[in-house]
């Protein structure tokens, strides 16, 4: 069966609004919304598919977008590829020039809309940051909300608060003030048994590549309204994120660090040669800040994830 390419477009405005349009009733997947965009002509390169896509089906033309995601989806009729960028600047006024009613939506409201199934990784980045701050273990907690207070304040969105020198008691209740930290702000990520979820409804979960291997085989471990994530660092743990129906990843260590001197590097060209093969976002974590962030973008993450780099105190 021929694999379809297709050039797709997270459009996202001024105030971070993202376009979506519904398709006509007698298209593949009718009536659903989805990202604009449309087929990648013979010879034609990604970038002017889809600057020719969105003239046609909207009258604007992009001046700024970057890779934003790959995704392979087979559908019973067809197998697509689904390549992603994010245009952040675009001239002229969009407008359904097919006649495809149009909606500008919040990152947080894609949720609520019907897309094909083919789209939820491109749902889960368009919603997603490009930066991943994991909290530096070894500090007292007064230090730990110091510096969340901190990185919220200088427009960190997403958190992993890793802590494993706290006993549990002190792991939770930090926890349960940092969430109240990351209230309308920041997406908190928690480590721990996954019967502590009920206590923190408004946390994601972020796995361990032990807890991976252990659940896997079940599948999704907790709701679909609530973000999963898993540390991955092999091309078999990321089919077992696969596996796991996780929204995001971390890969490491793309290079070598003060904390992991003996790990053995990825390094950026294996890095890249992994994600080709997986359709979720992906961070990737180990010697790298957000002077990386377009090298990171290049090799098909979402962004960069890290500790020192982003840890503001």
């Known amino acids: 069966m021929k694999r379809i390419h297709v050039a797709a477009a997270v459009i ?52 700024a977008a970057r890779p934003l995601i790959q995704v392979h989806h ?42 094909p199934a083919a789209n939820r990784p491109i749902v889960a980045a368009a919603r997603l940051p490009d930066r991943y701050l994991i909290t530096p273990e070894g500090l007292p907690a007064q230090a730990l909300l110091q510096g969340v207070r901190a990185a919220l304040a200088g427009g960190i969105r997403l958190i992993q608060l890793r802590a494993p020198g706290l006993f549990d008691a002190q792991y939770r209740d930090l926890a349960q003030d940092i969430q109240g930290l990351c209230a309308g702000k920041a997406q908190l990520m928690l480590k721990g048994p996954l019967e502590w979820l009920g206590d923190f409804p408004a946390a994601g979960w972020h796995l361990t590549s032990r807890q991976l291997h252990e659940l896997a085989a079940g599948g999704r471990p907790l709701a679909a309204d609530r973000w999963l994530a898993a540390s ?18 971390t890969l490491s260590p793309l290079q070598t660090t003060p904390t992991h001197p003996d ?43 890290g500790i020192r780099a982003f840890w503001p105190v």
């Open 232 to 249: 991955c660092h092999t091309a078999e743990e990321l089919a077992l994120a696969a596996q796991a129906g996780v929204d995001f990843v």
């Open 263 to 305: 790990a053995v590097a990825l390094g950026w060209d294996l890095a890249g040669e992994l994600l080709r093969s997986f359709n979720q976002p992906a961070y990737l974590l180990g010697g790298v800040g957000p002077q990386h962030l377009e090298q990171a973008w290049q090799a098909g993450a979402q962004g960069v994830a």
């Open 12 to 63: 996202r405005a001024a105030d971070g609004r993202i376009l979506i349009a519904r398709r006509a009733a007698d298209q593949h997947q009718g009536g659903l919304w989805e990202f604009p965009g449309g087929k990648v002509e013979p010879g034609e390169t990604v970038q002017a598919a889809l600057a020719r896509e969105l003239e046609e089906e909207l009258g604007i033309r992009p001046t």
């Open 74 to 115: 087979n559908y019973p009729d067809k197998q697509v590829l689904l390549d992603v960028w994010e245009v952040s600047a675009f001239v002229g006024e969009p407008y359904g020039a097919e006649g495809q009613p149009l909606a500008w939506v919040a990152a947080r409201q894609l949720t609520e809309y019907r897309f």
